[in-house]
């Protein structure tokens, strides 16, 4: 007996693969909520020929595949300790820092086109309009920094920040309400603030 190409076998590993992946995903039940990413996932998107022919259907499919994808979680935790053995600084907009801290990457070029004037205009309706109805003594507005204003030590070497410092100041002089946490947090840094392992929190 001939023995099987090992190209042969790899190929039929693919299929079986590719095929055993798509069977899982089938019976799998969907996911609503993914807890290490902190985010909603895709449902899966209504058929419509409308949909179809302006290629937003193909691309929520596409989404809904990526984000149900079976083992999701497995596979990006051994796509990110891949990634950290190569001595990769940043994944997907998110810097490891030192001690283990994880911070979200903000510059101030991903920044200068951010909805920030609109949002905090929007911010500023809102709390004045809820002093006119509660009065001013029942309204705050508290905007925690960010980890990598707290802890800048515990970047990356040579990682680009944003000035959230400005931002928050931009913030303190537009808001009456606002209340700046800032010298509060920096005086008790020596204390686990923020979450080392997740970047929102």
């Known amino acids: 007996m001939k023995n099987r190409h090992p190209s042969t076998l790899y190929i039929a590993f693919f299929i079986f693969l590719l ?93 200068a086109h951010s909805p920030f004037e609109d949002n905090l205009a929007a911010v500023n309706t809102f709390t004045q309009e809820m002093a006119i109805q509660l009065g001013q003594d029942h309204v705050r507005l508290l905007v925690a920094p960010t980890a990598d204003m707290i802890y800048p030590e515990l970047l990356p070497d040579f990682a680009p920040k944003y000035d959230s410092k400005g931002m928050l100041d931009q913030i303190a002089s537009n808001n009456a309400f606002f209340i700046d946490t800032r010298s509060a947090l920096l005086a008790a840094k020596g204390a686990p603030l923020y979450y080392h392992t997740d970047h929102h929190w």
């Open 19 to 111: 095929f055993g992946l798509a069977l899982i995903n089938l019976v799998s039940p969907d996911r609503a909520f993914s807890e290490n990413e902190n985010r909603y996932l895709a449902k899966s998107p209504d058929f419509s020929f409308n949909a179809l022919f302006k290629g937003h259907y193909t691309e929520e499919v596409e989404t809904y595949i990526n984000d149900q994808f079976p083992y999701r979680d497995l596979w990006i935790t051994l796509k990110t300790d891949t990634e950290k053995l190569l001595g990769k600084k940043e994944i997907n907009g998110i810097y490891l820092g030192k001690e283990g801290y994880l911070f979200a990457k903000h510059t101030d070029q991903e920044m």
